[in-house]
């Protein structure tokens, strides 16, 4: 049975920090992502890794701010963030895919996702 299992939301100020990790299980996969949803608002991309190579791919709103990254001997999955602003307020998701697709964005092309968790940047 495939599980995702996200932590380290929580509440931070404007300019703080968070690292949040998604814990894999089950089998492997071609690549992982995070997305995230804004209350009212739809879920969008933020950024995703390919599980063999590494390669990254981010939303433009978190370049230089949000770092991807796995551990392929745990198979973990962490995302860095760093110089917060209340705009990134959402809960976060992980996401995992069995194959490739060239789509990474969009979170159709998503076999697996966690549960969820919330992170609040305060102003």
């Known amino acids: 049975q495939v599980q995702l299992v996200e932590s380290g939301g929580g509440l931070v100020q404007a300019g703080g920090s968070l690292r949040l990790s998604c814990a894999a299980s089950g089998r492997t996969f071609y690549s992982m992502a995070w997305f995230r949803q804004a209350p009212g608002k739809e879920r969008e991309f933020v950024a995703a890794?390919?599980?063999?190579?590494?390669?990254?791919f981010y939303a433009d709103s978190v370049k230089g701010r949000f770092t991807i990254s796995r551990d392929s001997a745990k198979n973990e999955m962490a995302l860095q963030m760093n110089s917060l602003k209340p705009e990134d307020t959402a809960v976060f998701y992980c996401?995992?895919?069995?194959?490739?697709?060239?789509?990474?964005?969009?979170?159709?092309?998503?076999?697996?996702w966690g549960q969820g968790t919330q992170v609040t940047v305060s102003s």
């Open positions: 996401a995992a895919a069995g194959t490739y697709s060239p789509f990474y964005y969009m979170s159709k092309w998503y076999d697996y």
């Open positions: 890794i390919t599980w063999s190579g590494g390669t990254t």
